[in-house]
């Protein structure tokens, strides 16, 4: 009793070990063919998700520096657009000028050609008064007979008045005949100004319809270049959108990656504080083996269990077992037994996630680590090692079992245990013995119960060792 006393103390300090590495180990304590809970995130795991985040922040931080190259060319093209806008805009405002001006001349030319009509006007009136005059001496001279050379002389009373008359008479055809001249010349002087004025006019208004024309084009011209420059204007909102929402998920991933940083700190913590923790139970272990060594010359080193079974004491040094790993680099875990009396897949309605390992005599028998690793779990407080076709209750239905990591990636597990001979923190070689083989938890037989995980997920062993 003294004995056993003092191993389920030390038991118990396994099982709070084991329950703090839970954070790190793929195993959650459930039934061994029931399902598992998500198990929590390995070192490995976190290190290849740090080393995926930091790919994609270089991988945005490019797309960034990418999309400033192109804002820059965006920024650039809407430079050139703006100076291209202020020379087109210079032009109209030549165009204006010059429309101005030619509008100023049009005005201009229009008083001149109105005024000429008016000049016109005026001198034909008095043409018309100067004809009507002419009309009238015409008529007076008709009226009198004095329309002929021969009734000048006859009605003259001597010659020097025949010679007055006639003189008189030529004078006045000859004023007449220049008046009517300067008259005639003047109105044809005044419509040929007024037919170039109107030329001119017309000249005029052409040239301002050419360059009304031309200031459409021009107008026409910057509202392309504002569409243009509107465009570069959207295309770098929408650079800078697109790089504010890059930034965005630049700094969510490198929160995530803080985050990886603080759980691996965190792990690697919790990894030294087992260590240490480990280490201390090894050597109160060491210490309680030598009083049991003690104990058990008095007593043949026997302790019954409530079943009739036994519960082997640890060796005080591990043993090994030359073992022939396969080419997966695991080696079979019951060296001297063969037999699978249950494969792994479906059971009973569940997954059997491992194989029962399960020859006649195997009570007793030596499980070794499979591969080399470090011991993650150990429970190893159940003494109900006999045949049962039900569940005791202890370690979840896998009895006294062991869970070994190997770096961080696989894991394995060795289930119904009559004992566990190793500690959470120990470091194990390939071959080296882990328990004795025996029927604890639910187990209708005795038998190694087998597993090989993959990042927390269970494979099937035999796609990686035989027997």
Not at 395 to 406: E, L, P, Q
Not at 444 to 466: C, D, K, M, S, W
């Amino acid at each position: 009793m003294y004995y056993l006393k003092h191993i389920k103390k030390v038991l118990s300090f396994l099982t709070c070990s084991a329950i703090s590495l839970g954070i790190i180990a793929a195993y959650p304590g459930s039934a061994e063919d029931g399902n598992y809970a998500e198990a929590a995130k390995t070192i490995a795991e976190i290190q290849e998700q740090r080393k995926v985040n930091a790919e994609k922040i270089a991988s945005l931080e490019n797309k960034i520096s990418d999309l400033e190259g192109d804002k820059d060319k965006e920024k650039q093209q809407q430079a050139y657009l703006e100076e291209q806008t202020s020379i087109i805009q210079d032009n109209i405002n030549l165009l204006n000028a010059e429309l101005e001006a030619l509008s100023a001349d049009i005005k201009t030319t229009e008083t001149n050609i109105a005024n000429l009509d008016a000049d016109i006007i005026t001198q034909q009136t008095a043409i018309d008064e100067n004809i009507e005059r002419f009309k009238e001496r015409l008529c007076a001279m008709y009226m009198t007979g004095s329309d002929t050379s021969a009734s000048i002389v006859l009605g003259s009373s001597s010659f020097y008045d025949m010679m007055s008359r006639v003189q008189m008479i030529n004078s006045m055809a000859e004023y007449d005949d220049k008046l009517i001249n300067e008259i005639l010349t003047e109105i044809d002087n005044l419509e040929t100004s007024k037919s170039n004025l109107e030329t001119e006019k017309l000249s005029l208004t052409m040239k301002l319809e050419e360059q009304e024309k031309r200031k459409e084009e021009k107008t026409a011209e910057i509202e392309q270049l504002n569409e243009k420059m509107q465009e570069t204007q959207y295309e770098i909102d929408r650079i800078a959108l697109e790089q504010s929402e890059l930034e965005r998920s630049k700094e969510e991933i490198q929160e995530e990656q803080d985050a990886l940083d603080d759980e691996l700190a965190a792990i690697e913590a919790e990894i030294q504080r087992q260590a240490a923790e480990a280490q201390r139970l090894w050597e109160e272990r060491q210490a309680l083996l030598q009083q049991q060594q003690l104990q058990q010359q008095q007593n043949n080193n026997n302790t019954p269990n409530v079943g009739g079974g036994s519960v082997p004491a640890a060796p005080a040094q591990p043993t090994y077992v030359a073992v022939t790993p396969a080419e997966s680099g695991f080696a079979w875990p019951a060296p001297g037994f063969s037999y699978i009396s249950s494969p792994f897949g479906a059971r009973w309605g569940r997954n059997h996630n491992g194989i029962d390992i399960g020859d006649g005599g195997i009570m007793g028998g030596t499980a070794v680590a499979s591969q080399a690793g470090t011991v993650i779990t150990v429970v190893n407080n159940c003494t109900h090692n006999y045949a049962k076709n039900y569940s005791c209750g202890c370690g979840g239905g896998y009895g006294n079992y062991v869970v070994i990591s190997h770096d961080g990636t696989y894991s394995t597990l060795y289930g119904h245990l009559t004992a566990a001979w190793v500690s959470v923190g120990d470091t194990v070689e390939q071959g080296q013995a882990i328990g004795a083989i025996g029927c604890t938890g639910h187990s209708t037989g005795a038998h190694l119960h087998f597993e090989i995980r993959v990042n927390g997920g269970a494979q099937n062993p035999l796609n990686y060792v035989g027997p």
